[in-house]
């Protein structure tokens, strides 16, 4: 168990849809990581939060967004949902030796 | 910008028998770590190894080693005594850091080698 939590394990939504993917990172880490695995673009950041702050950004689509809240889980929201966002969707705290990774997300968009 | 390139998409190998990852990197930064990620079936993404770059003596953790060529950018990754649950995909990751090792932004992942351990 790495001691980060998503939720849920899985999603499946249709086309135009939005949804949230939740995350809580180790206890007493600050920061969070945003990850997706998709079959052709492979594994790629996203966002970054840290103390609830926004601290870096990566590949991430303008239709979607991210927050963290003051119990620092963080929630990312994916919306206007097309076939290509089907992926599955990592989160990750920091811990000074490199990162430890949340279960995932799989996300289907029929 | 820094780039990670695994070269081998899919691999087998005997069980019992060794295999190796190959991984190289690009960038002009002096502080990093280097990581091996195994993904199994089960899609949970697992710290394998750790590599830091200043230090000149290769890490190992039981069956699993690496060979890194700091000059040559090249970080491999040696499986002895193959078992089958090492069937995974294996990704290799860069991080850097800052001077005192501590995180300085987000992994960049290579596209993964898929390796089959056959009985």
């Known amino acids: 168990d790495s001691g980060v939590t998503q939720t849920p394990k899985h999603l499946i939504t249709a086309t135009g849809q939005r949804v949230t993917l939740r995350c809580s990172p180790r206890?007493?880490?600050?920061?969070v990581y945003w990850y997706q695995q998709s079959l052709d673009q492979g594994l790629q950041f996203l966002i970054q939060?840290?103390?609830?702050?926004?601290?870096a950004k990566g590949n991430i689509l303008e239709r979607f967004s991210a927050q963290q809240f003051p119990d620092l889980h963080s929630e990312l929201n994916l919306s206007s949902l097309e076939l290509g966002d089907s992926a599955l969707y990592f989160c990750?705290?920091?811990?000074?030796?490199?990162?430890?990774f949340g279960s995932g997300t799989r996300l289907t968009v029929v | 910008a820094q780039t990670v390139t695994q070269s081998q998409p899919e691999m087998s190998v005997q069980e019992a028998e060794t295999v190796t990852l190959s991984c190289t990197y690009d960038?002009?930064?002096?502080?990093?770590?280097l990581f091996w990620y195994k993904q199994p079936p089960s899609r949970q993404m697992i710290l394998v190894i750790r590599?830091?770059?200043?230090?000149?003596q290769n890490a190992t953790e039981n069956r699993f080693s690496v060979n890194f060529q700091k000059a040559a950018k090249s970080f491999s990754l040696k499986i002895s005594d193959s078992q089958l649950g090492d069937t995974a995909m294996y990704f290799c990751?860069?991080?850097?850091?800052?001077?005192?090792?501590?995180?300085?932004?987000?992994?960049?992942f290579g596209k993964g080698t898929k390796l089959s351990v056959k009985p």
């Open positions: 990750a705290s920091s811990v000074p030796s490199g990162y430890t």
């Open positions: 206890s007493g880490d600050l920061s």
């Open positions: 939060y840290y103390n609830g702050e926004e601290r």
């Open positions: 960038t002009s930064e002096n502080n990093y770590y």
């Open positions: 590599q830091e770059a200043y230090k000149q």
């Open positions: 990751a860069f991080m850097k850091t800052t001077n005192y090792g501590g995180s300085q932004g987000n992994l960049i």
